[in-house]
T-cell receptor, first 114, second 114 residues
Framework: EDQVTQSPEALRLQEGESSSLNCSYT??????LFWYRQDPGKGPEFLFT???AGEEKEKERLKATLTKKESFLHITAPKPEDSATYLC???????????????FGQGTILTVHP | ETGVTQTPRHLVMGMTNKKSLKCEQH?????MYWYKQSAKKPLELMFV???????ENNSVPSRFSPECPNSSHLFLHLHTLQPEDSALYLC?????????????FGSGTQLSVL
């Protein structure tokens, strides 16, 4: 069964204090690892898709990286507007029992104080 | 019009009521999804429709009944729900149902079952 574990559950940072969120996964035949951002009262918003170990993607202050067992979301010099819940999800490929399905982690709640 | 619109935003219902959730997407997508987000739990896939055909039913109880009359509209009919069904119900869409398709989510319906 595919599993995704995110840590920490909650992270409080001062503005400008860089840090990383972790997403550990177990999946048979990873086809894609996704990062989403969810603001209170809203649905998740797509950030990145990573396809293979060693891949990196960046968007503004966020950088996502992928290894064979985990992904990191690095936040450089965060601002209060980066406060949100960050969700990680994995998708298995053909041959897996969960083909096409996204399996989500429980999320990391990030709070950035001014 | 926003990409994926869900109504109502909030719903309170008794265990004997029948209600429906509505989702409409304006993105020209062909796949639509229902997800359940309970407090402190990961997003959980309920149903997938691809080109109006149901392709996934993630062992959802029959008190939840989906309907997809066309590629732009998705409904979730609710009847005789239990208090543990209280959650945020999210609708999403994607171009098609396949691996590595990013999902576009609505803002959800916050459901409370009394």
């Amino acid at each position: 069964e595919d599993q995704v574990t995110q840590s920490p559950e909650a992270l409080r940072l001062q503005e400008g204090e860089s840090s990383s969120l972790n997403c550990s996964y177990t999946v048979s035949g990873l086809r894609g690892l996704f990062w989403y951002r969810q603001d209170p009262g809203k649905g998740p918003e797509f950030l990145f898709t990573l396809y293979s170990a060693g891949e990196e993607k960046e968007k503004e202050r966020l950088k996502a990286t992928l290894t064979k067992k985990e992904s990191f979301l690095h936040i450089t010099a965060p601002k209060p507007e980066d406060s949100a819940t960050y969700l990680c999800a994995v998708q298995a490929g053909a041959g897996g029992t969960s083909y096409g399905k996204l399996t989500f982690g429980q999320g990391t709640i990030l709070t950035v104080h001014p | 019009e926003t990409g994926v619109t869900q109504t109502p935003r909030h719903l309170v219902m008794g265990m004997t009521n029948k209600k429906s959730l509505k989702c409409e997407q304006h993105l020209g997508h062909n796949a639509m999804y229902w997800y359940k987000q309970s407090a402190k739990k990961p997003l959980e896939l309920m149903f997938v429709y691809n080109f109006k055909e149901q392709t996934e039913n993630n062992s959802v109880p029959s008190r939840f009944s989906p309907e997809c009359p066309n590629s732009s509209h998705l409904f979730l009919h609710l009847h005789t729900l239990q208090p543990e069904d209280s959650a945020l119900y999210l609708c999403a869409s994607s171009q098609v149902y396949r691996v590595n398709e990013k999902l576009f989510f609505g803002s959800g319906t916050q459901l409370s079952v009394l």
